[in-house]
């Protein structure tokens, strides 16, 4: 923010005219040579900083400067940094983890990721029903980070050196069923499938019903995919990091429901300069 020097007092300048001729003209930027190096010493660009160090959901960074009072109009330069250890997430695959949308020209977006993005993982598909093929695919998981085409001028730099930036799990797929007979015959539904990673925890699938033995799958963590409902016919396990999902296990009468696909790491990679790229797991695209 500029200032100017006022009776002896610092003002804040918010706008800037210079005559020309006998008509004022507003002034989108203004420079002074200082020792020979000419430097900016007012502009009508947004500033905006924040260094995120408490985890965060569904980060939008458009939605994020209009809260803070922008315009909409006005380009950007926004700095924004992830403390170490610190997860930017997505509660739902629809959402990246971290949104970048597009800015007006001119505009300067720099990110220092030293923690986690996360897309959301994806749901635990259901097991069969008894001797009926009811049960579920998981769900693809979401993607982490997304970055919109950007007007000419605008620039999104991101530095991934120390930290992650990991697709959503896909969810595990729902387990067939069947029937088993030793010296009496059972009834086999099938297990659910376990939710895919993020921290957005991505629910497991439910167990099929019509006999004994099936149990649900398990909720996917910020550490990895839930594990499928272990009894009697398996559900899929949910991926981890970036990863899909595993199938159902078949059985005698129905087969086992395909795990689901893992979320990009990255959506509108061309879009983005790197100066590091870091661990990044999942798609780039």
Not at 205 to 214: D, I, K, L, S, V
Request: some cysteine.
């Amino acid at each position: 923010m500029s200032h100017i020097r006022q009776g002896g007092t610092y003002r804040e300048i918010d706008a800037l005219h210079i005559k020309q001729g006998s008509v004022w003209r507003d002034c989108s930027e203004a420079w002074v040579k200082d020792n020979g190096v000419w430097r900016k010493v007012f502009t009508t660009d947004y500033s905006y900083s924040e260094t995120i160090s408490s985890h965060a959901a569904d980060y939008d960074l458009y939605n994020k400067l209009v809260t803070d009072g922008w315009n909409e109009s006005d380009a950007v330069i926004a700095t924004i940094t992830i403390n170490a250890s610190i997860h930017v997430y997505s509660t739902s695959t629809a959402n990246a983890g971290f949104q970048v949308d597009q800015f007006p020209a001119g505009s300067s977006i720099t990110i220092t990721n030293n923690g986690e993005i996360h897309g959301m993982g994806g749901a635990g598909g259901n097991g069969d029903n008894y001797n009926s093929n009811t049960g579920t695919a998981g769900a693809a998981g979401g993607a982490a980070l997304k970055v919109e085409t950007q007007l000419s001028g605008t620039t999104v730099t991101v530095n991934n050196a120390a930290g992650e930036i990991n697709g959503g799990g896909g969810g595990g797929g729902g387990g067939g069923s069947g029937q088993i007979t030793f010296k009496a015959t059972t009834n086999h539904p099938g297990s659910g499938g376990g939710g895919g990673f993020g921290r957005g925890a991505a629910a497991g699938g439910a167990a099929g019903t019509g006999g004994e033995g099936a149990a649900n799958g398990s909720s996917g963590t910020a550490t990895g995919g839930g594990a499928g409902g272990a009894a009697n016919v398996l559900g899929g396990d949910g991926g981890g990091k970036g990863a899909a999902g595993s199938a159902g296990t078949d059985h005698t009468l129905t087969g086992g429901q395909a795990g689901g696909a893992a979320g990009n790491a990255v959506v509108g990679n061309s879009n983005v300069t790197w100066t590091a790229t870091g661990t990044r797991n999942g798609t780039v695209s």
